[in-house]
């Protein structure tokens, strides 16, 4: 079901393609990111399997975290929008027939497509699943697998293992004792485990999930699962690390603990909704320290949390690698991440390679635009489940790398980048993106540097950031045009 993605501006509809706009010099600001993806589909998943209601803080508006709540509202999900900015969420029956059949829409949300029909397989009843053409060429197979192993008949009306699926969830014995068994090899995607575990609580005897394959990709983001699960009461346990082990008893519950927990002052607690605060995306972070990085300027992300299992906690060290100074200043459980790019003895900027940096999951397109520009080389090592990802973004990456006179070496599961020194400073270029959010920013960053980069579709960033263009802007050049003055 393709949507019309244009970006839409403060004042208008944006130009396709976009012009990125070059950095007149150093960039210098403080960008406040909006709630992290993964965090927001997995509170919005938990909140809607949980019998009482939960108040989410921070969490993302986007197209994926959209479809998520759309998906879990058409599972019979409620939400209410608080006059503070917060969302309530009140739970959908567990157990109980669906009313009629329905249709979800996953759009391009890995997490939608791999989280919901667990949700789906706890309400007897037909479910119709899709999303947009290119969500059918990502990999579905673990997900039909498990849920079948779960009894659900699953239809699969395209490709084997792809989208549309059809599942007819049947009537489920509650008063089953043991857990159900799955055995899935999820090396395609840690999202089939994650969807395994976000709802594997509420089957009657709980789960018991093993990881056929040889490794777990993006192991952070199963960590992230657990960790959520544990805040809501829900103990995982890991007897090996292909194993998983969830017990039903703390299900249906409202949530009562949790670090990110808390009660409004003077509460008895008896019907007051739990309470979730959401990260910032340190992943989309990620872009706007690079703006510092390449430009040898200082950029500061507030909120930046002191403990967290979002992967974007590997800046400090990615940012370093190439030769940026991280300083994070701690406040509370929160602070500020800062980051100063590096310059040469005559303040401009430079950039030194990164070397080997393995297994940057999702954070590989904004480490790659950072690649471009260093003058040593880099090598993205352990990507090769990126194919999978909104595009085959190793093969993306390579072809738009070329379009911007850079050859870049693609291997089965890595990238290797020359470096300026050898392969000459990226050139101008219109770049594809492939409705892949992180192909544009990908673009606009190379565009600090290269001026008259163009980026076709940017408006796919409101897959998880909408207002991208205009934050970027405002970063990247701030002074209206008769009050510019060089910054260096
Ligand atoms: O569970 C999640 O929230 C995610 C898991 C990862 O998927 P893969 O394991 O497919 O890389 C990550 O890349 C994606 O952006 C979000
Ligand atoms: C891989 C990504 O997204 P998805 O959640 O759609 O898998 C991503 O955001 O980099």
């Known amino acids: 079901m393709p949507e019309n993605h244009s970006a839409v501006a403060v004042g208008g509809t944006l130009p396709d393609p976009w012009p990125a706009p070059t950095a007149p010099g150093r960039v210098v600001g403080s960008v406040r990111v909006p709630g992290s993806k993964s965090l927001t589909n997995r509170h919005l998943v938990l909140a809607a399997l949980t019998d009482g209601p939960t108040v989410l803080r921070g969490a993302l508006r986007s197209r994926d975290a959209d479809l998520m709540r759309a998906a879990l509202e058409t599972l019979g999900a409620r939400f209410a929008e608080l006059t503070d900015g917060a969302l309530r969420v009140h739970g959908l029956p567990v157990g109980a027939p669906l009313p009629h059949e329905v249709h979800i829409d996953c759009g391009l949300a890995g997490t939608v497509m791999r989280f919901v029909p667990f949700v789906a397989a706890l309400r007897p009843g037909v479910v119709h699943i899709d999303g947009d053409p290119e969500a059918r060429a990502r990999p579905m197979g673990a997900t039909v697998s498990a849920l079948r192993q779960l009894g659900v008949q699953v239809a699969e009306l395209g490709e084997p293992g792809r989208l549309p699926l059809t599942l007819v969830v049947p009537h489920r014995d509650a008063s089953a004792t043991g857990p159900a068994e799955v055995a899935i090899d999820a090396s395609a995607s840690s999202q089939f485990l994650s969807g395994a575990l976000l709802s594997g609580w509420r089957l ?18 199963v960590a992230m699962t657990v960790r959520l699960l544990a805040e809501h009461g829900i103990t995982t346990t890991q ?26 002052p003077g509460s008895d607690g008896a ?126 990456l390579a072809a738009e790398a070329a379009r911007f006179g850079v050859s870049v070496r693609e291997g089965a599961d890595r990238l290797d980048f020359p470096g300026t020194r050898v392969s000459g400073a990226p050139r101008p270029a219109t770049a594809q993106t492939y409705r892949d959010h992180r192909m544009a920013t990908f673009a606009a960053i190379l565009g600090l540097a290269v001026p008259g980069t163009h980026v076709v579709d940017v408006g796919t960033t409101a897959k998880t950031m909408p207002d991208f263009p205009a934050r970027w802007t405002r970063l990247v050049d701030p002074t209206p045009p008769t009050t510019k003055e060089p910054r260096r």
Do not use: K, M, Y
């Not at 030194?352 to 999702?362: C, V």
């Open 204 to 221: 009657p005897g709980g789960l018991t999930l093993r990881h056929t394959g040889a490794r777990v990709p993006s192991p952070e983001h």
């Open 239 to 264: 007897p090996d690390g292909q194993t998983w082990r969830l017990c039903c008893t703390a299900a249906a519950r409202p949530v009562e603990s949790g670090s990110t927990t808390a009660r409004p």
């Open 271 to 396: 019907e007051q909704p739990g309470e979730r605060v959401i990260e910032p995306d340190l992943s989309n972070a990620g872009v706007f320290l690079a703006a510092a990085a390449v430009t040898g300027g200082r950029v500061s992300v507030p909120n930046w949390p002191s403990a967290t299992t979002q992967i974007g906690a590997r800046w400090p060290a990615i940012l370093e690698a190439f030769g940026a100074r991280v300083e994070h200043t701690v406040t509370d459980a929160t602070g500020v991440l800062t980051v100063h790019g590096p310059v040469d003895a005559a303040g401009r900027p430079r950039l030194r390679g990164a070397g080997e940096l393995a297994d940057t999951a999702e954070l590989a397109p904004t480490v790659a635009a950072l690649a471009l520009l260093a003058e040593g080389p880099t090598s993205l090592t352990g990507i090769g489940h990126l194919r999978g990802h909104e595009t085959d973004r190793l093969a993306a």
